[in-house]
């Protein structure tokens, strides 16, 4: 038994509809965003947020700007080598 739908006047089968979807890229596939995560002091989650994100399925950057973090997230962060996390540094906490 062949399925089928109706677009405007024309029934089309079930395959040819999951030919006619495939042949258009999903917005995940063709979205480029970046993801700005400000941190301060969160070494207990940092690591587990930036896979999150990394994971999310659109192509991703992933910018984190430290705010004076002194319990190991800047020193995480400095050794955290990734082609799409960009990291920056800030002297002292801003607030």
């Not at 890229?25 to 070494?43: F, L, M, R, T, W």
């Not at 690591?47 to 990394?54: H, M, T």
């Not at 950057?61 to 319990?71: F, L, N, P, R, Y």
């Amino acid at each position: 038994m062949i399925s089928w739908r109706q677009f405007g006047n024309t029934a089309i089968t079930g395959e040819q509809h999951a030919l006619r979807a495939s042949s258009f890229d999903s917005p995940a596939s063709i979205a480029k965003i970046s993801v700005v995560i400000p941190v301060y002091n969160e070494i207990k989650t940092i690591e587990a947020v930036i896979q999150q994100v990394l994971e999310c399925g659109f192509d991703v950057e992933v910018i984190v700007i430290d705010d004076g973090s002194t319990d190991g997230t800047r020193e995480y962060l400095k050794q955290l080598e990734h082609p799409k996390i960009r990291r920056y540094f800030l002297a002292r906490n801003q607030g």
